[in-house]
């Protein structure tokens, strides 16, 4: 005996499986798990002498900033605390998101505010050199994580005032793995998008 299967359920069914938020918190959970499975430490596989870090992450120090690592060192962290924390407000203010926006600008705006959050990590280091005449090259500093993303995701969904009252709650560093200027790059990339589209997006 066959049973009917009620359209909405088959258009929640397909919208978890095209959702965004989701398939972007499973990459970051797969490649978690294989960089953890390689080196064979799931709880913190990064190490600063690991090719990896070196070549996949956003490094300052002796090593040159290769393009690539603005957005292969958004899939890399440090923890499980910090994949943790940066999955849970991804799924959090990834949702609303979606109820905003298309599916190819909710994507647009996870990867320019995760890039534009690298390049201010980058800007803030290259700053700091120009300021102290001191080189990072005495001591090697990897970003790594979606901090950056997530932040503009939330920034992007919520708008102004609801990244004023979540920061006042929370504090900006609410994710772990610090990254401070990713965190204040990605958040003010994902604002001017919001901003962009605005006429498209509902109050948060």
Same mark, same amino acid.
């Given at each position: %005996?066959?049973?009917? !299967?009620? $359209?909405?359920?088959?258009? +929640? +069914?397909?919208r978890y499986l095209t959702s965004?938020? #989701? !398939? #972007?918190?499973?990459?970051?959970?797969?490649? /978690?798990?294989?960089?953890? &499975?390689l080196v064979g430490d799931f709880?913190?596989?990064l190490s600063t002498n690991s090719p990896i870090l070196l070549f996949l992450a956003q490094c300052d120090g002796p090593l040159p900033i290769y393009p690539w690592t603005l957005v292969t060192s958004i899939f890399l962290h440090a923890s499980i605390i910090h994949i943790a924390s940066n999955i849970l407000f991804l799924l959090l203010f990834g949702f609303i998101l979606e109820e905003q926006v298309t599916k190819a600008r909710? %994507?647009? +705006? &996870?990867? #320019? +505010?995760?890039? %534009?959050?690298?390049?201010? &990590?980058? =800007?803030a280091d290259l700053t700091g050199f120009f300021l102290t005449g001191f080189p990072n090259s005495l001591s090697l500093s990897c970003g790594v994580? *979606?901090? =950056? $993303?997530? /932040?503009?995701?939330?920034? *992007?969904?919520?708008?102004?005032r609801g990244v004023v009252l979540i920061i006042f709650i929370a504090g900006l560093d609410i994710f772990a793995g610090g990254g401070f200027f990713a965190h204040i790059g990605g958040l003010i990339t994902g604002l001017l998008l919001r901003k962009f589209w605005s006429s498209e997006l509902k109050s948060f």
């Open positions: %005996m066959t049973e009917n !299967i009620p $359209a909405s359920g088959k258009k +929640t +069914t397909n965004p938020t #989701l !398939i #972007l918190s499973l990459i970051l959970i797969c490649v /978690y798990s294989a960089i953890g &499975f709880v913190s596989p909710w %994507m647009a +705006t &996870f990867f #320019l +505010t995760g890039i %534009m959050g690298n390049l201010t &990590f980058v =800007g994580g *979606a901090s =950056g $993303a997530v /932040y503009g995701v939330m920034g *992007a969904a919520t708008g102004l």
